[in-house]
């Protein structure tokens, strides 16, 4: 390193953009149903448990159940309800996603996701220009790499 001209390395964030192709929505959609299914699974789970906990209480406690034994059949079925409640978010969510993705124009350019890289700075740099990369890909090939690298 010639020390009349000191170098650093900073971390940046860089931007990765896709280029919307046939094969690049069908992995998406593919993506976006299998997690829409496991959340389905987990939903039916989670009413399985609920039953399986509520039985189990009613179950071991006195004919007719008492206040205490009422009280714990309403906490489990507002724990479940509570967790039922945060799925059916995620899975509307993944819902609008897919629809969104099945609206995307080909050849658009979309944000995908954002990664950290490092890069060397030295005195007369212009930061600001060498912080703003994005790479673009094209079915997962890099097809540019845009800014001040």
Same mark, same amino acid.
């Given at each position: 390193m010639d020390v009349s001209n000191p170098q650093l390395l900073l971390k940046r964030v860089v931007n990765v953009k896709v280029i919307v192709t046939p094969l690049w929505k069908e992995e998406v959609q593919q993506q976006l149903q299998a997690n829409i299914n496991q959340l389905d699974?987990?939903?039916? $789970?989670?009413?399985? @448990? #609920?039953?399986r906990a509520i039985a189990a209480i009613q179950k071991q406690s006195l004919q007719p159940p008492g206040p205490q034994t009422l009280q714990q059949i309403d906490n489990i079925q507002l724990q479940v309800n509570q967790k039922k409640s945060e799925l059916l978010e995620q899975k509307n969510q993944l819902l609008q996603n897919l629809q969104q993705v099945q609206f995307l124009e080909l050849d658009q350019e979309v944000? $995908?996701?954002?990664? @950290? #890289?490092?890069?060397?700075?030295?005195?007369?740099?212009?930061?600001?220009?060498?912080?703003?990369?994005?790479?673009?890909?094209?079915?997962g090939v890099i097809e540019d790499i845009r800014g001040d690298i």
């Amino acid at each position: 390193m010639d020390v009349s001209n000191p170098q650093l390395l900073l971390k940046r964030v860089v931007n990765v953009k896709v280029i919307v192709t046939p094969l690049w929505k069908e992995e998406v959609q593919q993506q976006l149903q299998a997690n829409i299914n496991q959340l389905d699974q987990q939903l039916q $789970q989670l009413d399985i @448990e #609920g039953q399986r906990a509520i039985a189990a209480i009613q179950k071991q406690s006195l004919q007719p159940p008492g206040p205490q034994t009422l009280q714990q059949i309403d906490n489990i079925q507002l724990q479940v309800n509570q967790k039922k409640s945060e799925l059916l978010e995620q899975k509307n969510q993944l819902l609008q996603n897919l629809q969104q993705v099945q609206f995307l124009e080909l050849d658009q350019e979309v944000n $995908q996701f954002q990664m @950290e #890289g490092f890069f060397r700075v030295e005195r007369g740099d212009n930061l600001i220009s060498k912080m703003q990369v994005e790479i673009v890909l094209r079915d997962g090939v890099i097809e540019d790499i845009r800014g001040d690298i």
